[in-house]
């Protein structure tokens, strides 16, 4: 389920509509919760979400695969969820003339930048 209109606002003035991640400013922003957990009072907070492109938060979701419910995903969303941001990636990948090598470059690098900013 995605921000309301007014948090996602939020979030992109708090960010100065750059990458949360790494101050990067980047063509595909958007808003990712940190926590996809419903029944917390915050989820539909500026707090909860996260300015970051769209491979980053790809990453994000790759970072908790195996354990989706530490976001507060099933199996099932977490890998839904992925399926729909990788083929968003991909294609914005391919308008850009990013070929799969550099794809997998660019989320390796979102991951460590996830590590970071989550002190995991």
Known sequence: MAFHVN????????????????SRNIEDLECS??????????YNSAEM????????????????QDQPELIGLSNKNNYFAIRCLYSRVEKQSSDR???????????????????YYLEL
Do not use: P, T
């Open 49 to 64: 979400g996260v300015l970051c492109s769209s491979i980053e938060h790809l990453a994000y979701h790759l970072i908790f």
């Open 33 to 42: 919760h940190l926590s996809h957990n419903h029944g917390l009072i915050e």
């Open 7 to 22: 948090i996602r606002r939020q979030i992109y003035e708090r960010a100065g509509s750059h990458s949360e991640l790494n």
């Open 97 to 115: 003339n990013i070929d799969s090598h550099e794809l997998a470059r660019l989320i390796e690098q979102a991951k460590n930048e996830w590590y």
